[in-house]
């Protein structure tokens, strides 16, 4: 079975700075896709980013980047220049592609962004 | 693009009543839509995945008698709590996947059991 393990339960960080989450999974297979989901006070999953396990590169969309180490598994999300609009729940997830597609959350992270 | 909506958002029902929640996908055809559940503060927890026109599969744990799921087409899959009690209070996600894509969710509804 698939797990992924967010070991950061609650983070903070000012406005305007960086912060990493961390992710971590457990795996046998070698094709699957990793995300990472915002969860606001309105509670309305948001996708901010998606890595495909084949590609090496690493997925960046605007001020969200990810370093992804496969050999490693671990999925952590760089947020850039931090906005009072990122403070939500950050929700690590993980994919695969033989079972059904079926999603494996992690436990979240709290991000509060600090003016 | 890829939008899902859940009607309603919000529901107060009685003790041993039954409620249903829709899911649609808006635009466009979901092969496969799965609910969750989750509590404050909590992760999702899955509760069930349904494709159209076959029956739901449930979850070790989950109650099929219980949480009614139906898929009638590739736009619209519906939960029913059946008989709810109090204990079923929270917060219920559904989302739709196009092939190997990722889930687009739905809004949420804010179910409590009075």
């Known amino acids: 079975a698939q797990t992924v393990t967010q070991s950061q339960p609650e983070m903070s960080v000012q406005e305007a700075e960086t912060v990493t989450l961390s992710c971590t999974y457990d795996t046998s297979e070698s094709n699957y896709y990793l995300f990472w989901y915002k969860q606001p006070p309105s509670r309305q999953m948001i996708l901010v980013i998606r890595q495909e396990a084949y590609k090496q590169q690493n997925a960046t969309e605007n001020r969200f980047s990810v370093n992804f180490q496969k050999a490693a598994k671990s999925f952590s999300l760089k947020i850039s220049d931090s906005q009072l609009g990122d403070t939500a729940m950050y929700f690590c997830?993980?994919?695969?592609?033989?079972?059904?597609?079926?999603?494996?959350f992690g436990t979240g992270t709290s991000l509060t962004v600090i003016p | 693009g890829a939008v899902v909506s859940q009607h309603p958002s919000w529901v107060i029902c009685k003790s041993g009543t039954s409620v249903k929640i829709e899911c649609r996908s808006l635009?466009?055809?979901?092969?496969?839509m799965f609910w969750y559940r989750q509590f404050p503060k909590q992760s999702l927890m899955l509760m069930a995945t349904?494709?159209?026109?076959?029956?739901?599969?449930?979850e070790q744990g989950v109650e099929k008698d219980k949480f009614l799921i139906n898929h009638a087409s590739l736009t619209l899959s519906t939960l029913t709590v059946t008989s709810a009690h109090p204990e079923d209070s929270s917060f219920y996600i559904c989302?739709?996947?196009?092939?190997?894509?990722?889930?687009?969710f739905g809004p949420g509804t804010r179910l409590t059991v009075t």
């Open positions: 635009d466009f055809q979901a092969t496969t």
């Open positions: 997830a993980f994919m695969s592609t033989n079972t059904g597609n079926q999603f494996y």
């Open positions: 349904s494709n159209e026109g076959s029956k739901a599969t449930y």
């Open positions: 989302s739709a996947k196009i092939l190997q894509r990722e889930q687009y």
